[in-house]
């Protein structure tokens, strides 16, 4: 089971290695966590993830944008390669959601054994596959509020990030409520959706669908 995620409630059945069956004492059960333990096990993760992404804000806005540009053989821009960069991020991010809810047990009857796999690889993929847009976006264009759409892309960037480092914080977290994680997997789908339909399909409908 990933330990990103709480295992849906499948207890396996008991495995006797002897001959001798001996008698099964009920296991004593763990006391449930306080709910101070509880919100405890939180307050680093989004503290830290809340200073990512303020970091990056703050960062794109003191620094002065660059606006260099770097091309890739086969692509008409640097926009283009970006928007390809993010679409494939999403496309991995729609993966992380679908395998999430299949992890769940929310899609599918049984969760297949690689899924947790699948649901690791697309979020490492996803990640990989938006840092250089990110870094291109932060260090050339800056934080921007020009117009509507360019501010809601600036604050879903940071969102992102923000909420990518809370979850990955949490992963390890004791006493974790029960709903943290989708939670914070949500916000960091949304987020990446967001920064999507802001910039790429916004190049797409605007300049067209190429390379
Ligand atoms: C981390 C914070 C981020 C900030 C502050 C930021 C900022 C910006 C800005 C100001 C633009 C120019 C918008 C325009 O005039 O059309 C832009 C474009 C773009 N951004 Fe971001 N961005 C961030 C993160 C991301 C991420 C994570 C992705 C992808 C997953 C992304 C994908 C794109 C794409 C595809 C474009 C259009 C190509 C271009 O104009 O260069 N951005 N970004």
């Not at 006391?31 to 960062?59: C, T």
């Not at 999403?90 to 947790?116: E, K």
């Not at 360019?150 to 969102?159: D, K």
Request: glycine share 8%; net charge positive.
């Amino acid at each position: 089971m990933s330990p990103d995620m709480d295992p849906p409630t499948s207890p396996m059945p008991p495995r006797h290695t002897g001959s001798v069956q001996e008698p099964e004492m009920p296991a004593a059960p763990s006391p449930a966590p306080s709910p101070q333990a509880v919100s405890n096990s939180l307050v680093v993760p989004v503290l830290i993830g809340a200073a990512v992404a303020v970091a990056l804000g703050v960062y794109g806005r003191l620094h002065e944008p660059t606006g260099f540009a770097v091309n890739l053989a086969g692509f008409s821009s640097t926009g283009y390669v970006k928007a390809w960069l993010a679409t494939i991020a999403t496309l991995f991010g729609i993966v992380q959601l679908l395998s999430s809810l299949v992890m769940y047990g929310r899609l599918l009857a049984a969760a297949p054994p690689w899924i947790d796999s699948l649901h690791r690889w697309s979020g490492r993929l996803a990640v990989l596959a938006s840092v250089p847009v990110a870094m291109h976006c932060l260090y050339a264009l800056g934080f921007q509020a020009y117009s509507a759409r360019v501010l809601v892309h600036s604050l879903a960037g940071c969102l992102f990030y923000g909420a990518f480092t809370t979850k990955m914080l949490c992963l390890t977290r004791p006493n974790l409520p029960r709903g943290a994680l989708p939670v914070l997997g949500g916000l960091a789908f949304t987020g990446l959706v967001v920064l999507w339909l802001t910039s790429s399909l916004w190049l797409f409908s605007t300049k067209g669908l190429k390379f």
